[in-house]
Nanobody, 123 residues
Framework: QLQASGGGLVQAGGSLRISCVAS????????MGWFRQAPGKEREFVAA????????YYADYVKGRFTISRDNRENTVYLQMNSLKPEDTALYYC??????????????????WGQGTLVTVSS
């Protein structure tokens, strides 16, 4: 129901945009989030966006560098990543939570998960 794509290898300081396409029933009325998991580490919150896109939240370690957005006509959520650092290397997951009001920021709050797309940042 969620399909992430766009990951790849990029040099430090570079940019990458990853995408997540959802089925209509999963996307409609849902807040969307991005999480990431580096090898040997817990899955952590990156960014989230409300159903209508009016509210966004970011983890401190990506604030000012990453931008989350969504296109509700295309059932797609994006994560634009700029000024990438080697420590951004991880498997990036998109997630959906049916809520027209809230913007969840913890992984336990999300109902649906994509399969992940790998982002590797070389130094």
């Amino acid at each position: 129901q969620l399909q992430a794509s766009g990951g790849g290898l990029v040099q430090a300081g570079g940019s990458l945009r990853i995408s997540c396409v959802a089925s209509g029933s999963t996307f409609s009325g849902s807040a969307m989030g991005w999480f990431r998991q580096a090898p040997g580490k817990e899955r952590e919150f990156v960014a989230a966006i409300s159903w209508l896109g009016r509210r966004t939240y970011y983890a401190d370690y990506v604030k000012g560098r990453f931008t989350i957005s969504r296109d509700n006509r295309e059932n797609t959520v994006y994560l634009q990543m700029n000024s990438l650092k080697p420590e951004d290397t991880a498997l990036y997951y998109c997630a959906a939570k049916y809520t027209v009001y809230d913007v969840p920021r913890t992984r336990n709050e999300y109902d649906y998960w994509g399969q992940g797309t790998l982002v590797t940042v070389s130094s």
